[in-house]
């Protein structure tokens, strides 16, 4: 009976032969997983047995032999799965190893949905945003600093008046940082419809004091700038202003008198050299005394308004006035033909007058265009 159980044993062992080779397991040792910037992948692996050989695909294409490490290159965008099998004597990894990534190299952007642009009276604008990926994050700036925000977004203290351009960026899930969105805007204070509005643009349009030339010819040769510049040499300020400004009320409250008295009075005179025939030595002297005549001091006269255009408040000066303007006001002494015929100074002095009066009118309404509250340290300026 023994006998017969070790034949049936090794009749058994003859029959099954040697054992079958167990498969390999396979393993992913490096390579990218979740979201990347990149469109090429590199993914090291091994396997469980030594020896064996390696098969690899991106999603579901065809199994191709590759070794460790394997680099993708080319990659689309979107979510991928990479797959890698060990093999070793026909046994092929019944469970390849796997690992998913998701390619995003393009860079979200974002959209201005609301806040203020070009001018507003609102010191702390609100402005609100979207991106067009989910899980992105932001950064705003209004003075070029960009810190972290979120929709909406207000600046955390008011802005001063002055120009701004409202930036805001996203930056997606995977790093990618997009161009900011921009939107220039203004903050501008309004204007208070009172006095002391209207006193601060008549300090605008009229400074308390200025210089300029009296551009002149003496009659006969050369012609004098007097009493600065002959030509060709340039000319050079000769008379100077002062002036005293009141702004006062009417019984209507959007208009005010603008009242100026200037106190005008001539520069030092230069003496100058120049040649004609001769070597001359030219003394032309403008003398000019606004208190000299009967009239102590020029007086300017003008209105002042408050003007609403387009929902902006604005201020505009009217005409412009200018008397006590005599004569015995200004005088011309020496010079070559200039002041040495009576005839020909009394018509210097009158196209002198002219002048100075033009000068003095324009004084005003060369800086008497509409004024409304501007940016930047003035309260007051030219309007947009």
């Not at 100058?272 to 606004?290: A, E, I, Q």
Request: glycine share 10%; with cysteine.
């Amino acid at each position: 009976m023994a006998v017969l159980v070790a034949l049936v044993v090794a009749a058994s062992l003859l029959v099954a032969g040697p054992a079958e080779a167990a498969a390999p397991n396979t393993t992913i040792k490096k390579g990218p997983q979740g979201l990347v910037r990149s469109t090429t992948a590199t993914f090291k692996f091994k396997a469980s047995v030594k020896g064996a050989t390696f098969q690899c695909r991106l999603d579901s294409a065809r199994w191709k032999k590759c070794t460790s490490p394997a680099k993708l290159t080319g990659i689309s965008q979107g979510a991928h799965v990479f797959s890698v099998r060990a093999k070793k004597a026909g046994q092929k990894d019944k469970s390849p190893a796997k690992r998913a990534f998701t390619v995003d190299t393009v860079a979200p952007t974002v959209l201005i949905t609301g806040g203020p642009s070009g001018v507003t009276h609102d010191t702390t604008p609100t402005f609100t945003f979207a991106g067009n990926e989910a899980g992105s994050t932001f950064a705003c700036a209004t003075a070029g600093v960009f810190t972290a925000c979120t929709s909406p977004f207000t600046p955390a203290s008011p802005l001063p008046d002055a120009s701004y351009t409202f930036q805001v960026r996203g930056t997606d899930a995977a790093g990618n940082r997009g161009a900011p969105a921009t939107r220039a805007f203004q903050t501008i204070t309004p204007i208070t419809k009172d006095q002391a509005s209207m006193e601060a643009a008549a300090a605008v349009w009229i400074p308390a004091s200025r210089n300029f030339d009296v551009p002149a010819s003496c009659a006969g040769s050369p012609r004098v700038d007097c009493p600065d510049g002959i030509t060709p040499l340039p000319a050079e300020d000769q008379v100077s202003f002062s002036s005293a400004r009141t702004v006062t009320a009417t019984g209507d409250p959007n208009i005010y008198n603008l009242s100026v008295l200037a106190d005008v009075v001539s520069l030092p005179a230069k003496v100058v050299k120049v040649t004609v025939t001769s070597p001359v030595t030219l003394t032309c002297d403008l003398t000019v005394d606004s208190g000299a005549g009967s009239v102590d001091g020029w007086t300017a006269t003008s209105s002042l308004g408050f003007v609403d255009v387009s929902g902006e408040t604005r201020i505009q000066a009217g005409p412009v006035t200018v008397t006590g303007i005599e004569a015995a006001d200004m005088t011309v002494t020496g010079g070559a033909g200039c002041a040495t015929v009576d005839g020909l100074k009394g018509t210097f002095v009158g196209q002198l007058q002219s002048l100075v009066k033009q000068e003095l009118e324009e004084y005003i309404e060369s800086v008497g265009n509409p004024l409304c509250a501007a940016p930047g340290p003035a309260y007051l300026g030219p309007c947009p």
